[in-house]
């Protein structure tokens, strides 16, 4: 089991920044990709970002150039660097860790922009 601790999501203004982070604990051995997903009331979970463990990355169209995801493996922590934020950023926002026999989340937390 993996358990997962997220944290730095809040309110900010339209312009603003926040960074998420989120610590992996319990069976970290053989964590693959980490990665950012987020979900708005009636509408599917939709992948953010994407970080491989060599640190590749990969974003949604709609956050590239703004949002910045990063790794430290030694702490098995992965962050979402969110700049120029947007009402429509506005969601609950949750990591992942995938591993060979399955992914886990996070319990998510509350990102709000206000305009």
């Known amino acids: 089991q993996v358990q997962l601790v997220e944290s730095g999501g809040g309110l900010v203004q339209a312009g603003g920044s926040l960074r998420l982070s989120c610590a992996a604990s319990?069976?970290?051995?053989?964590?693959?990709?980490m990665s950012w997903y987020r979900q708005t009331p009636g509408k599917q979970r939709e992948l953010v970002a994407r970080?491989?463990?060599?640190?590749?990355?990969n974003y949604a169209d709609s956050v590239k150039g703004r949002f910045t995801i990063s790794r430290d493996n030694a702490k098995n922590t992965v962050y979402l660097q969110m700049n120029s934020l947007k009402p429509e950023d506005t969601a609950v926002y949750y990591c992942n860790v995938e591993k060979l026999r399955g992914d886990y989340w996070g319990q998510g937390t509350q990102v709000t922009v206000s305009s």
């Open positions: 319990g069976s970290i051995f053989s964590i693959n990709a």
């Open positions: 970080i491989t463990p060599g640190g590749r990355t």
